[in-house]
T-cell receptor, first 115, second 113 residues
């Protein structure tokens, strides 16, 4: 079956521009996560959506970062006024239930380069 | 930091040898998971071990968990070149309100054919 998909796979943008990253989770998965991974580093949690509950935004590094999710489907992560330190791979994952009780299924990621 | 830490950071072995990676963490957990990442892209779940379990097997993988030492190990037996990847442990901390997994910085495994 279809896994988690993300688009674009690569994005190069100029400093100061806004970018929007998309994630299509596995159908029926209620939980959706965004992570950021800098080169050679582990994953940093950004935001978590669970069904229709208010999202957990505790990992967003600044107010330039925001994310939305429509019901239990597509999510978009928006970074406004991008900075060079935003360069990273942004990974989306979905899970059939609250994490910790089940594995997370990851998309291939979007590699963002801010020049 | 609440992140787990893998040890070693990098490991290089010959095909057919066993590879052991360790993960340490700082606070009590609900469970611990191991993931594999190829080429800096999406992660693939390998195994989940709950806090009341001590050992778990899946194919050539063996995971142990010692909650008294706050550590886990991942053993890959009879390694293959295709096992070359980065391996991460991820913990679900026993903390009210925490929704996310905490990932370590990973062990980069290279299996030489």
């Amino acid at each position: 079956g279809a896994g988690v998909s993300q688009s674009p796979s690569n994005k190069v943008t100029e400093k100061g521009k806004d970018v929007e990253l998309r994630c299509d989770p596995i159908s029926g998965h209620t939980a959706l996560y965004w992570y950021r991974q800098r080169l050679g580093q582990g994953l940093e949690f950004l935001i978590y959506f669970q069904g229709n509950s208010a999202p957990d935004k505790s990992g967003l590094p600044s107010d330039r970062f925001s994310a939305e999710r429509t019901g239990e489907s597509v999510s978009t992560l928006t970074i406004q006024r991008t900075q060079q330190e935003d360069s990273a791979v942004y990974l989306c994952a979905s899970s059939p239930t609250r994490q910790g009780q089940a594995e997370q299924y990851f998309g291939p990621g979007t590699r963002l380069t801010v020049t | 930091s609440q992140q787990g830490e893998e040890d070693p950071q990098a490991l290089s072995i010959q095909e057919g040898e066993n590879a052991t990676m360790n993960c340490s963490y700082k606070t009590s957990i609900n469970n611990l998971q191991w993931y594999r990442q190829n080429s800096g892209r999406g992660l693939v779940h390998l195994i989940l071990i709950r806090s009341n379990e001590r050992e778990k097997h899946s194919g050539r993988l063996r995971v142990t968990l010692d909650t008294s030492k706050k550590s886990s190990s991942l053993l890959i037996t009879a390694s293959r070149a295709a096992d070359t990847a980065s391996y991460f442990c991820a913990t679900d901390f026993l903390k009210t309100g925490a929704n996310n997994l905490f990932f370590g910085t990973g062990t980069r495994l290279t299996v030489i054919p």
